[in-house]
């Protein structure tokens, strides 16, 4: 026997209707905020990623030879083949682009629960500006997503990578950039560093600071700031100069927040460090608390990638919403999905009704109206008993008698309740039923 | 640089507005006819299409190996992936399945103009029904699905492989099967006809019957045949006993297409042999003559996979449209594709009117209205300019004058018409207008 993929999925026809629901749901909230659609293949080539994340991501990645002999990798996220694009042909386009998609990734790891090897992602990426109401209407636009599909409880975090990097500095008590990028305070150090803050290792970031010969007074100092969830905390303790203006517009982001309609479930959360090289400044990251452990629903923030992309450097930042998760988020908080049934089930009770049944049936598709007809000729009884078991509202009997006074049979299929009605007044009488 | 892989496509904001458009067209004929959507995974095991095409299909497929060292590929196709979860998942649901899915394909071979390495497809398979009219259901919804996306100009063509089976046995003279396959009237030497057939390479099919010792009047007759475009023209030869019930089915399908309203741009053509093993029965295809040498646009008919793919035996039949080719006619007719664009664009003259900026844009998306706010502070000039090349229907101008006196200025971005608006009465204003 034939098998589905270890580490995939196949979605039956009621899973489709929910992920089609909620991605129509997401689509409208990102297009009312003037984001466009684009697509990108469903494969680049492998340097694309290498360029991004490094070579170690080769080992978590899905690739293959073309027949150029080129090497091409199943895409691992979005953003990447979003920033190459724009690269490519969108540079000239005016700014700000404001661009989302809808796409699946592939990630090569040992199946876990909950993790697949094809996953879905929304996401966006807002180009050429860098303002506070950029960002704000940025974030707001993560959360209205999310929040738009139904979801009740989701918790906004939002951190600042420039502000966390001086208080790593601080805490080290450097005054200049180390001589090597692995010593203490170097950008491999930092990676590790930003790494074990990402992942909440409060010891792992302690024995790191201490190995570097971090005082415990200080290195207390960074570990409050970690758990920092307000403004005023963290304006209490000091910047340098270049970052007090960083500060300011940190502030006024999360002022602007609220004109856009996010007031609740939001805090400032200094310990989000996103783990990824590229990543600066504001960054976000949205929770779904229901979801356990693997809670986090959406990661985003300020990045710089168009310039190691080959493209004429511009402020850019966007966001990531896990679409598989979203979905079990929703189902565990028991939200009600709008579920499109069949409406109407035509029955030819006889071979000599079927031409009548396909003429009705074919009018009441030209309508709108979700429409099925018997194909098996399986007589009444069974017929009934299918479009029971496809939720069909009505069925419609059509037997040589009926068919003799220019008439069907219209039947409730919740109530069985019966009517006799003429052909000409079923679209009629079905547009007030329906 | 970092460029798009060879072969593959990105697609503009107003390409996916298009596709997104086509897309929804054909969801919802198919949906109309009681057909549910599935979906199945990117990347299949490799023997799933070996199991349906032979090894040499490995040749045209993106291949690579998973974890478990197991051998996978990007589907080529959709049809086996769908027959693939049909008997693992769902032979226990009630008959008939009617499923459809949209979905991309890889192809690995040299790119040429118009076709690419990754392309899309729309599809449907019907399991468990051959009667006349569900196969009547079948091509009529290949046909709507079509024309309901707008294009003008399609012709469908009907043919048979089982009929056109035994013209090749008569053909050759032959009373039994071979005693190899490879011989004239075997398995494989079938395979090599109906693919001469397919690629309508008429000197081929008349030099591989010469070389198997048909007779000139006989291939002549089988010539003829193949021309064939009407049912009259089929009924005045003789079939075996067995493949006359085969012909009135054939009849009756071609009679209840009118009933689902397929009445012109619809014949006979015998000639269709779709180069498949896996084919029989009704086959067919529908094409866009503007396309020229390109010009197929959807195929499909009875097969068997079901039991190949160790499921139980059970009438199937599909078809698969290509989705790509489909946008590429309706341009080329020239279609009209509704374009939705920025509705309105909002302009903070000053830094100190954002805040209030912000408010009108979320009351704005709030409500539906595609609403996008200049994110730059560049000033009304440039704003304006920027509104235009989104072609933004109205702009709203917030300086402080305006905010003074709790209104906005409401530019009609085409005429240049301008008023003075109370914020409250933006709304009910836009409703009227836009």
Known sequence: MLNLPRGTRDFTPEEMEKRRHVQKTMTSTFKS??????????FENLELF?????????????SFKDKGNRELALRPELTAPAIR???????????????????????????QKGRYREFWQFGCELIGTSTSEALAELIALAYHSLKKTG????KLHIGHL????????????????????????????????????????????????????????????????????????LKKIGFKQELEQELERFEKIIMLLSEFGVVKDNSIKMGIARGLDYYKGIVFEIDAPVLGSEKQLCGGGEYNLVKLFGGKDTPTAGFAIGFDRTLLALEIEKYEFP???IQVYIIPVKEETIKESIKIAQNLRKVGILTDIDLLRRGIGKSLKYA??????????????????????????????????KIKDIISRLKKIL
């Not at 905020?33 to 469903?42: A, H, L, R």
């Not at 991004?52 to 978590?60: D, L, Y």
């Not at 990097?165 to 001589?179: A, F, I, R, S, Y």
Request: a negative charge.
């Open 151 to 154: 979801l009740l409880n989701i």
């Open 50 to 62: 290498t360029a991004k994340s490094g070579v170690t991501i080769i080992n978590e990645l899905y």
């Open 339 to 341: 579920v499109t049934k």
């Open 388 to 421: 029971n078991a496809k939720s069909a509202k009505y069925a419609i009997i059509l037997g040589p008698d009926e068919l003799e006074k220019d008439s069907v049979t219209l039947r409730n299929m919740k109530t069985g309740d019966q009517e006799l009605l």
């Open 85 to 111: 694009f724009y690269v490519e042909k969108l540079q000239m386009e005016p700014k700000p682009l404001k661009l989302f998609y809808f796409g699946n990734c592939f990630r090569y790891d040992r199946p």
């Open 33 to 42: 905020f003037g984001y466009e659609e684009i697509q990108t293949p469903t």
């Open 162 to 233: 420039s502000l966390l990097d001086q208080k790593v500095d601080e805490t080290l008590g450097l005054k200049k950039p180390p001589l090597s990028e692995f010593h203490p305070g170097g950008q491999v150090w930092k990676n590790e560093m930003f790494r074990l803050i990402d992942k909440e290792d409060l010891g792992g970031v302690i024995n790191k600071f201490k190995a570097a010969g971090a005082t415990e007074e200080r290195i207390t100092m960074f570990t409050d700031v970690l758990n920092y969830s307000s403004l005023d905390e």
